[in-house]
């Protein structure tokens, strides 16, 4: 018993600044998080500012409001590992007739943003079949236009885009880009679960 103690109380005394992180980047609220875990706000400020450990029952029901496993707020499904490299040959790989795509970013637990890279040939569209599916509700997407030019379709709304330009939007609305002259590449980045404010 001693020691699955001493396994868990370092990770219970660290895990303050992690959960804080967390909950800003999901752009929640004490009272939000609060709302979600059933923990209360003071208690949570308190674990934030690491002032009180979380017992490992509240630790599980802040994870679950911050819709992770307890082992993945504590960092325990990550091994000794700090730094994932992804390689360029072992990138994750995808797309459709003109559109294709590569994922960046390794598939770590937790995760809350995903990098991917994709090519258009000309007269191509994302959003097509064996593409990735529409986003998460509340996920945000900025896209920067390493070549060529791009015409973004969102809810309704046109915006051409040319080389160099970096566009932000609600990923979880209606959208596609459409490639313009020789083709075109994006850069893109996705982050889960934020809040329209």
Do not use: K, N, W
Not at 88 to 99: F, K, Q, S, V, Y
Not at 118 to 140: N, V, W
Not at 161 to 171: R, Y
């Amino acid at each position: 018993m001693a020691a699955v103690a001493t396994h868990t109380e370092p990770a219970l005394g660290t895990v303050g600044p992690r959960i804080r992180a967390l909950r800003e980047a999901m752009d929640l609220s004490l009272r939000d998080l609060a709302e979600r875990s059933g923990v209360s706000a003071p208690m949570l400020s308190q674990v934030e500012r690491s002032e009180t450990s979380p017992t490992l029952h509240i630790a599980a029901r802040i994870a679950a409001g911050l819709e992770l496993r307890l082992s993945q707020l504590l960092r325990l499904d990550e091994g000794a590992e700090h730094v994932h490299v992804v390689r360029a040959p072992g990138r994750r790989r995808g797309g459709t007739a003109g559109h294709d795509y590569e994922i960046l970013t390794p598939p770590l637990p937790g995760q809350r943003a995903e990098l991917t890279r994709h090519r258009l040939a000309p007269g191509a569209r994302t959003g097509g079949p064996g593409d990735p599916p529409r986003h998460e509700p509340g996920a945000r997407e900025s896209a920067l236009v390493e070549s060529g030019a791009v015409r973004l379709h969102i809810d309704g709304e046109r915006h051409d885009l040319d080389e160099g330009d970096c566009v932000t939007f609600d990923a979880d609305l209606p959208h596609h880009f459409e490639a313009h002259g020789e083709g075109a590449a994006l850069l893109a980045v996705v982050s889960a679960g934020l809040r329209r404010s």
